[in-house]
C-alpha cells in the first residue's frame, strides 16, 4: 500500500503562486511515476502534470504549460507542484497519483488516471479574480 498526503492549497488572488506538496510513504518512493491531477466542481478530473521515477520526463496539459513545475525529491519521497501566473479557471481540488508500473514515455500514458495506483485525498485550491 502507499499513503499520498497533499498539503499547500489554498486561497490566492489571481497572478498569485502557491506551492503543493505530496508526501508518499508506504513504498520506495523512487520507483514510482507521480501525477498531478485536478477537478474542479462540475467538471470531470483532469490531468495537469506527469513526472517519471527519476525526473526525466515530465508532461503537462497544454493549459499549465508555462505556468506549472511539477518536481520530485525522492529523499524526501515528495513531489511537488509549484503554480505560478495563477487564474480563476485553476481553481479546483488538487490531486496527487503514484503509479507503480513500469510506464512507457508517453503524454497519453502519463496523462490517463487510470495509469496511477494509489491517490491522495486531495487539496482545493481557490484562484480569486
Known amino acids: 500500500q502507499v499513503q499520498l498526503v497533499e498539503s499547500g492549497g489554498g486561497l490566492v488572488q489571481a497572478g498569485g503562486s502557491l506551492r503543493l506538496s505530496c508526501a508518499a510513504s508506504?513504498?520506495?518512493?523512487?520507483?514510482?511515476?507521480m501525477a498531478w491531477f485536478r477537478q474542479a466542481p462540475g467538471k470531470e478530473r483532469e490531468f495537469v502534470a506527469g513526472i517519471s521515477w527519476s525526473g526525466s520526463r515530465i508532461y503537462y496539459v497544454d493549459s499549465v504549460k508555462g505556468r506549472f513545475t511539477i518536481s520530485r525529491d525522492n529523499a524526501k519521497s515528495t513531489v511537488y507542484l509549484e503554480m505560478n501566473s495563477l487564474k480563476p479557471e485553476d481553481t479546483a481540488v488538487y490531486y496527487c497519483?503514484?503509479?507503480?508500473?513500469?510506464?512507457?514515455?508517453?503524454?497519453?500514458?502519463?496523462?490517463?488516471?487510470?495509469?496511477?495506483?494509489?491517490w491522495g485525498q486531495g487539496t482545493q485550491v481557490t484562484v480569486s479574480s
Open positions: 508506504g513504498r520506495p518512493f523512487s520507483s514510482f511515476a
Open positions: 497519483a503514484a503509479s507503480t508500473r513500469a510506464l512507457s514515455y508517453s503524454d497519453r500514458v502519463y496523462s490517463t488516471d487510470g495509469t496511477y495506483d494509489y
